[in-house]
């Protein structure tokens, strides 16, 4: 869904992108139908876009605000993802004055990567990567500012837009340049940047990982809260505080759902008036009001009480 293009020389670098985004909802095949069609460039319009997924019964989602280029310390960044149901890859292009590093990578893993000095390079879909060759031939020349390289390409990206809804017109350019750097002090300069820029994927992906890992723990345990039934025993008795001994099935959490309490454990519970209390009153759960079964006496408390 993107167009990148990138220049990169004695100047600096040059990375323009467009900022269009489109999420398909439907069934895999007809989804894969209504992508081909738009990459044939048989569909040439947002318009056609979703009149062809209507007829496929596909449900889009397009907006013209993906950010597919930043800085990274003092470098351009341009990146283009393809997430699939088990992973999400990733091409990269960084760039500076004299050197680029073209990086591939599944997950956080690195891949490929592809180096080099001066080039103007494409990512994008077929159709569009052709078009932009095409304009890039007619348009560009080398004696041109970085400034002038950025309007350019810019231009071109609207010019395609106009022609494949797999663009939009907004785009975004990052201009990087430092007379300092040579082939070989460009190169190891980068070296250093992906590889910390890598890193830094890698810790956000076992970061969200373990997010994700919690939030279903935390479905999970919600599934468990109990609503109706029997919690325990009353087992002491001091003055409005009462520690309740849970029952064989029951377990308590805080509200971070970090165990306090495990079955056969007690817990403590308040009451307002324990005048009536006895050990071994019941302690029960009814339309999701903690109470004393005998008198249906109100008990308040700060936790979670689960099945387990």
């Not at 509200?255 to 006895?278: H, Q, R, Y």
Request: net charge negative; aromatic share 6%.
């Amino acid at each position: 869904m993107s167009l990148i293009i990138a220049y990169i020389g004695k100047k600096g670098c040059v990375i323009a992108a467009d900022k269009r985004r489109i999420a398909f909802f439907g069934e895999k095949e007809n989804r894969e139908l209504l992508e081909a069609d738009m990459y044939s460039g048989d569909i040439t319009t947002d318009e056609e876009l979703y009149k062809r997924a209507e007829e496929l019964d596909v449900v889009l989602k397009i907006s013209d605000d993906a950010s597919k280029v930043r800085t990274v310390e003092d470098v351009a960044l341009g990146e283009v993802t393809t997430r699939g149901s088990m992973e999400t890859k990733r091409k990269r292009i960084y760039g500076t004055t004299n050197a680029y590093q073209i990086v591939e990578l599944s997950g956080s893993k690195v891949t490929n990567i592809t180096k080099g000095s001066s080039s103007i390079i494409v990512f994008g879909n077929k159709i569009a990567k052709s078009l932009a060759n095409d304009l890039i031939q007619k348009r560009w020349k080398p004696s041109f500012s970085l400034k002038y390289m950025g309007d350019i390409f810019g231009g071109i990206i609207k010019d395609i837009a106009s022609k494949s809804p797999s663009l939009g017109k907004e785009y975004d350019v990052i201009i990087k340049q430092d007379s300092s750097l040579t082939k070989i002090t460009g190169q190891n300069h980068l070296d250093k940047i992906v590889e910390m820029d890598v890193d830094l994927l890698s810790k956000y992906r076992t970061r969200l990982t373990e997010d994700l890992i919690k939030i279903n723990e935390t479905i999970q345990l919600s599934s468990t809260i109990i609503d109706e039934g029997f919690i325990g025993y009353v087992d002491k008795i001091d003055g409005n505080m009462l520690e309740v001994q849970l029952d064989e099935a029951v377990g308590a959490f805080d509200m971070n759902w970090k165990t306090l309490a495990s079955p056969g454990d007690n817990v403590i519970v308040f009451i307002e008036d324990s005048g009536d209390v006895e050990i071994g009153d019941e302690v029960v759960i009814e339309d999701e009001h903690l109470c004393l079964k005998k008198n249906k006496q109100t008990l308040n408390c700060d936790i979670i009480l689960c099945r387990v």
